[in-house]
């Protein structure tokens, strides 16, 4: 994988690492460690998917396929991506909320993972209150089981 993405590297910058690094916000270092040490975790390759979205993640992950997918492909992916983000806003705060209404996507694993847990936890307790108001109107109509 480590040459796949130098092959990337060198289609989106000729090369160029501290380019490329600055377009990823990472640190030259960070990057010279995953295109040259150990192996790349799942933070770094999910990074690079959502900045590159043409990106194909088989190919990159897997050696499979072309290194970039169709534009439309591309466009189907982020179309996703914001959509799947899209459900969490009602549980964003009012910074997240901002950042995503000007176009911010790429929001940290543990963020999306605290959202989906108020999500549920909203999602139970409306649920519940669903339940109790179906309750209720039994008994006031005299249906009673």
Not at 76 to 95: G, I, N, S, T
Not at 116 to 136: G, Q, S
Request: with cysteine; charged share 30%.
């Amino acid at each position: 994988m480590k040459e796949r993405l130098r092959q990337f590297i060198a289609h989106v910058t000729g090369g160029k690492m501290t380019e490329f690094a600055d377009l990823m916000g990472w640190s030259p270092q960070y990057l010279h460690r995953l295109t040259r040490g150990g192996s790349i975790g799942v933070r770094p390759v999910v990074a690079l998917l959502r900045r590159f979205p043409e990106l194909n993640a088989r190919w990159l992950l897997l050696g499979e396929g072309v290194m970039l997918e169709s534009r439309s492909n591309a466009m189907r992916a982020r179309l996703y991506h914001l959509l799947e983000l899209e459900r969490y806003m009602p549980v964003m705060d009012d910074e997240e909320l901002g950042d995503f209404s000007a176009g911010r996507d790429d929001f940290p694993v543990e963020t999306i993972e605290r959202w989906e847990r108020l999500l549920t936890a909203a999602n139970a307790v409306r649920n519940a209150k669903i339940t109790d108001a179906m309750e209720r109107s039994k008994i006031t109509c005299g249906h009673v089981e």
